[in-house]
């Protein structure tokens, strides 16, 4: 079935822990997932080179209402500022997408004159002290779900 970006949701929550608070205040969310190439060309590939996935990489590009009384632009803000990592789980919305704890590392205001004021912001994997739990993908639907979580 194919799916609307309305209909994908962005949970957050304490870093080293599972996401279930909904972000609502939130528009345009891109997931971008890569890997580097790892070049292992040898003799033997006849004229070609041959190439390995190797290290994984994330980035969460998303753009947050400029709302400094909402506790999610509060979030992110802190984790920019305060260089604290926070629990992101972003979803399709049927509990399937990308689980993982990160970190700020991009916090722009582009304040257009004919728009909503927003914040840009740029995340990337990170590890969270003690609780530390490697990013991973949920493709089974046990991820967090709407009706399960407490939105803000």
Known sequence: MIKLGV?????????????????KE?????????????DIT???GDG???????????????????????EAFKAFQKSFFKDEPM????????????D????VFDFSQPQEMDDAVKCSVTLKPTRSGSNARAPKWIDDGSGTKPEESSAE
């Open 7 to 23: 209909e994908c949701v962005l949970f957050r929550g304490e870093a080293g822990s599972i996401a279930t608070t909904e972000v």
């Open 100 to 103: 993982a704890d990160f970190e």
């Open 26 to 38: 939130i528009t345009t969310v891109n997931v971008t997932l890569s890997k580097s190439q790892v």
């Open 42 to 44: 040898t003799r033997g």
């Open 87 to 98: 629990a992101l789980f972003i979803s399709d919305g049927e509990g399937n997408g990308f």
């Open 48 to 70: 070609w080179k041959i190439f390995r996935g190797g290290l994984k990489d994330a980035t969460i590009e998303a753009n947050v209402n400029y709302d400094t009384e909402d």
